[in-house]
């Protein structure tokens, strides 16, 4: 699950290892681990960016092609 850091208050939260991240970067983290930053107030789910959705967007029309 994708989530942007709001905060950063450690390096670690409650075993969760922050140390290489700054506040406002994306993570993509597991789904307990996302959770958590969020229940904590220390993340907030990411927006999906312009390049995603054009990516996305490539990935849906190969797989149609395919078919």
Do not use: C
């Not at 850091?5 to 922050?18: A, E, P």
């Not at 700054?22 to 927006?47: V, Y």
């Not at 990516?55 to 797989?63: A, H, I, M, V």
């Amino acid at each position: 699950m994708k989530v942007r850091l709001t905060r950063k208050f450690s390096n670690v939260l409650n075993g969760i290892d922050l140390s290489r991240y700054q506040q406002g970067d994306t993570l993509d983290l597991p789904g307990r681990d996302a959770e958590m930053l969020m229940a904590e107030g220390w993340a907030e789910p990411a927006r999906e960016s312009m390049r995603d959705r054009a990516s996305d967007g490539q990935s849906r029309k190969r797989r149609k092609k395919q078919r």
